[in-house]
Structures are given as structure tokens and as C-alpha cells.
């Protein structure tokens, strides 16, 4: 047994030195084989990790080739370990620049859908700037004034449902490339139809429809896309882009407007849209199938390592009018709305909206009347709400999934988070609105405090639509998010029209948003869910 346990080394002896003196070479062993484990293998797993890591192939391939040569002669060694480094630092060349280049597909896709809500919300917040020059240029008024920024959510509003359903029949990667288009064009052609009312109108219209499918094609993307311990960054990363944007428009369009004019801004934002798509075509989109976390919708083709390529076959993309019908009806409305979960989400969004839209809105205006800040003042402030917001989400979308990866249940972290999201604010709020005797900038600071840690709604309710239901999470965020624009068109009129009613700040802005975050959380903790739930079967049942 000891005589054929030798044979394999007695071989490679053989390969390595030839002849037959087998005692010398057999002492000389041990020696030997460390040393040449390193001086082969350190090259080699550069080489490697330098690739493009396909699969399992160009490893196997790549290391048959780098350990003949070493293996059968010692002249080869020397020149070997010097084609190899040399290699190896081209290889670490190549992957310095593009940064993004030896990234996951899946990255590189949540990355570049981030950066379209960057563009979505520069294009949201220029007309908010633009608004004041085109006032004077015009002769409007301020209900004017006000018509043409409130046109915005009408469309806003009315495409969340055809864009989740859109999102679920065509994939949220074509749906997304459509809405940035839409909104781009629809944003470049303002300063053509300004002086035309209905036109100008029309034209928020439309950028307001290419914004509002955008959320249910980027939730589509995430649940086909990224698994679940992954999920809440995804989200983050993605939604935290609209945070991003508000920054970039209030920074960069006062100065564009300064010194090229107000048609200005909306020419160079609508082209950074259209640029966007060009290099958005580059991108691959592949799914997870149903063994890594995700579902498989059946008419993908089958990838290498379980990937599927794309989410619409093109038969599919090819639909009639009658097959767009059928699977319109196929869609279970009634299931949705029998469950508690997508009610506590339907009112957990409008809620938080309130308090969003409604604090955005008119925040300016409260710190130059209320806290008798100029006008430069009250714009560099307006800014730090959205700063804190991209800060938070760092930290929250992190924490979630640490939570989720290490055992806790997803409905507890949903919770908790949601929780924080609405609590946080409704504090810093009573704090704000009860007269304390405190000094602006405290007051400032706790406004920008609570706004900004609402953002933990991204690894709370936004995550909630992909958890209970991957397949249905486009249009179950179309629900929530037409309920969710009802406070851009209602409360921001509201408040304006109890400002004028009260003069009160803390009855017309800050008490609405209280009650609709305790109420909101109060809701959420009794009734929302993270567990799967099969719309279909719960429709079929009856």
C-alpha cells in the first residue's frame, strides 16, 4: 500500500527530472513543491481575478495553460513567472479605467436607473426656479403661476397605474427608457410653448406622465433583478437619486438661468435625458431565476449560471390589442384590494406624501415669512432637506439589510423602518410648530432632521411591494403611488388656501403632516406584511 500510495509522486518525478534516480530527487521533494506553489499560483490568481469572470471555463482553461509549462521544465519557470507579472499588471491596468468595468451587471443597471432619477427630479425642480422669470417675462399671476407647477402631478398621478401594468407586460427596462424620452422631449419643448397656456400646460402634463411610470419600472427592475438581501440598497440607491437631482437642479439652475436665460435650463436638462438613454442602449439586463431568490416570468431564455437574458420574449412585445386586453384582465385587482397589507401600504404612501410634498412645497415660503430668512437664504436651505436625505439613506438601506441577512424577519425591519420614517418627522415637527423661543437655525434643523429621516421609507414601504409580490411589484407600486399623488394636487392647494384662511403655520403645514404620520404608523404596524403572497391563487380561490 505505501509502494502504490508513491506512484503519483514517483510520476511526477519522472516529468520533472527525467531518468530514473528517484532517492535523490525523492529527498529533494519537499523543497521543491512549496516553492514552486508560490512562484505559480500568486501569478496565476491575478491573471484570473484580472479576467472577465464568464464562468467556470475561462478558470479551468486559464490554469491548464499556466501550469503545463511550469510543470515540465525548469527553463520555463523564470520566463513563465515573467509573462505571467507582466500580464498581471497589464490586467490590473485594464481594470482602473472605466471604474464600473469589472462590476455585476445587475450594478451596473441599478446605477444607471439611479441616475435617471437624478435627471427625473433636475427636470421636476427647474420649472420651480424657471417659474419666477417666466412670471415677470409673461404677466402672471400667482394662480397662474400656480396652475402650471400643480399640472405636474396630474400627469404625475394618472400614469402610475398604465405604468405598472405597462412594467409588468413589457419589462420596466423598456418602460423606463420610454418615460425618460417622454419627460426629456416634453421638458426641451418648453420654451417653445411657454407663451401658449394649453401648450405649456400640456407639456407638464407629459413631463409629469414620463416621471410617473419611472418608479414602477425601476421597482420592476429591482424585484427581477436583485435578490433579497440586496434589496433595500438597491432601492436606496435608486430612489435616492430623486434626493440627488433636487440637489443638482437647485445648485445648478439659478446659475444657468443667470447667465443664459431661463429657456436655458430646460434645453441642457432635457438633453442630459436624452444622453442618458444612448448610453442606457450599452447595458445588459439579466434576472435571477428562481433559485437564487427570484421569480422567472416564463418568457425569458434560459442563461448561462441560471441567468435568464431578458424579461419580454419578443413574441411578446409583438402583443395584439386583444392579448395587451387579456392580460389586463388577468391581473388580479380584486385580490390586491383584499388584502390588508396593499391597504396599509395605499395609506402608509399617501401619508408619507402629505408630508413630503406638502413640506417641499411650502418650506421655502415658511422660512422667509416665518423665519424672516432672505430669499438667497431660503434657497440654500431648501437644499438641506434633500442633503440629509441622501446622508440617511446611506445608513438606513445598509441597516436593513444587515438586519434581513442576519435572521431577523422582513416584516420586523419593514416596520422598523417605516416606523422611523414617519415618527421622526411628526417629532421634529411638534418641536417646530410649538412656540420654544428657539432661534431659526435650530428651527431649520429640525425640520431638515425629521425630512431627512424619512428616508427610511426606501427600506421600509418601497421595499414592501417587491417582498410580498416580485411579480405584481410594478403595478402594486402603480396603486400606491396614484394614491400617493393625490397630496401634490390637494395639499399643497390645501395649505396655500389655510395660510390665507388662518395665518397659521402650524395649523395650515405642520398639523395635516402630524396626523397623517402618527395615523400613517399606527396603520402600518397593525396591518403591513413582507410575506409572499400569490395574487392569482387568492383570485382563483373563489
Not at 484580472?50 to 527553463?75: H, M, N
Not at 391581473?331 to 408630508?355: D, Q
Not at 415660503?365 to 424672516?372: I, K, V
Not at 421634529?428 to 425630512?451: K, N, Q, R, Y
Request: net charge negative; aromatic share 10%; charged share 15%.
Amino acid at each position: 500500500m505505501a509502494a502504490s500510495a508513491l506512484q503519483p509522486e514517483r510520476h511526477l518525478l519522472l516529468l520533472a527530472g527525467g531518468g530514473g534516480r528517484h532517492r535523490p530527487l525523492l529527498r529533494m521533494l519537499p523543497p521543491l513543491a512549496p516553492r514552486r506553489h508560490r512562484r505559480h499560483r500568486l501569478p496565476l490568481a491575478v491573471r484570473v481575478s484580472s479576467g472577465d469572470g464568464g464562468g467556470g471555463g475561462g478558470f479551468t482553461s486559464a490554469v491548464e495553460k499556466r501550469s503545463v509549462p511550469g510543470a515540465v521544465g525548469e527553463e520555463h519557470g523564470a520566463r513563465g513567472e515573467e509573462e505571467l507579472e507582466g500580464e498581471a499588471a497589464a490586467g490590473a491596468l485594464e481594470l482602473r479605467w472605466p471604474p464600473w468595468e469589472g462590476l455585476a451587471e445587475r450594478y451596473k443597471l441599478i446605477g444607471a436607473t439611479s441616475l435617471a432619477f437624478v435627471i427625473c427630479n433636475m427636470d421636476k425642480v427647474n420649472l420651480s426656479v424657471a417659474i419666477i422669470p417666466m412670471s415677470h417675462q409673461y404677466g402672471w399671476n400667482s394662480s397662474t403661476a400656480g396652475l402650471v407647477q400643480s399640472s405636474f402631478f396630474w400627469g404625475y398621478a394618472l400614469s402610475q397605474l398604465p405604468g405598472g401594468w405597462m412594467a409588468k407586460l413589457f419589462g420596466g427596462r423598456k418602460v423606463l427608457e420610454v418615460g425618460v424620452v417622454t419627460w426629456s422631449l416634453a421638458t426641451a419643448i418648453i420654451p417653445a410653448v411657454a407663451g401658449f397656456m394649453p401648450g405649456l400646460v400640456l407639456s407638464r402634463i407629459l413631463v409629469g406622465i414620463g416621471e410617473g411610470v419611472s418608479p414602477s419600472a425601476a421597482t420592476d427592475l429591482i424585484a427581477r433583478s436583485i435578490p433579497l438581501q440586496e434589496r433595500s440598497r438597491a432601492v436606496a440607491v435608486v430612489f435616492g437619486g430623486l434626493s440627488f437631482g433636487s440637489v443638482l437642479g437647485l445648485l445648478f439652475a439659478p446659475p444657468i438661468i443667470q447667465n443664459l436665460g431661463w429657456e436655458s435650463v430646460f434645453y441642457i436638462f432635457g438633453l442630459l435625458g436624452i444622453i442618458w438613454c444612448i448610453g442606457f442602449e450599452s447595458l445588459k439586463e439579466r434576472q435571477l431565476g428562481d433559485n437564487e431568490g427570484l421569480f422567472n416570468l416564463g418568457q425569458s431564455s434560459a442563461g448561462s449560471g441560471g441567468l435568464v437574458s431578458s424579461a419580454v420574449s419578443s413574441e411578446s412585445s409583438d402583443s395584439s390589442l386583444e392579448d395587451l386586453q387579456n392580460s389586463l384582465k388577468d391581473v388580479p385587482w380584486g385580490a390586491f384590494f383584499k388584502s390588508k397589507a396593499v391597504w396599509a401600504m395605499i395609506y402608509a404612501h399617501f401619508c408619507g406624501s402629505w408630508g413630503h410634498y406638502t413640506c417641499l412645497s411650502w418650506l421655502p415660503t415658511f422660512f422667509s415669512e416665518e423665519l424672516n430668512l432672505n430669499l438667497t437664504e431660503a434657497a440654500w436651505v431648501s437644499v438641506l432637506p434633500p442633503l440629509g436625505s441622501m446622508v440617511i439613506t446611506s445608513i438606513a438601506a445598509p441597516f436593513a439589510d444587515n438586519l434581513i441577512s442576519n435572521g431577523v424577519d422582513t416584516t420586523k425591519v419593514r416596520k422598523i423602518c417605516q416606523t422611523i420614517a414617519f415618527v421622526s418627522p411628526a417629532i421634529f415637527m411638534i418641536l417646530s410648530s410649538v412656540d420654544l423661543g428657539l432661534p431659526p437655525w435650530e428651527i431649520v434643523a429640525f425640520l431638515t432632521s425629521g425630512l431627512a429621516l424619512s428616508s427610511f421609507a426606501f427600506s421600509g414601504l418601497y421595499c414592501t411591494h417587491q417582498d410580498i409580490s416580485r411579480e405584481y411589484a410594478s403595478i402594486l407600486l402603480g396603486i400606491t403611488n396614484t394614491v400617493g399623488a393625490v397630496p401634490g394636487i390637494v395639499g399643497v392647494a390645501l395649505t396655500g388656501y389655510l395660510i390665507d384662511s388662518t395665518h397659521s403655520w402650524s395649523i395650515s403645514l405642520f398639523a395635516p403632516s402630524i396626523f397623517f404620520y402618527l395615523t400613517g404608523t399606527a396603520v402600518w404596524l397593525a396591518f403591513a406584511s413582507s410575506e409572499p403572497q400569490d395574487f392569482s391563487k387568492s383570485e382563483s380561490e373563489p
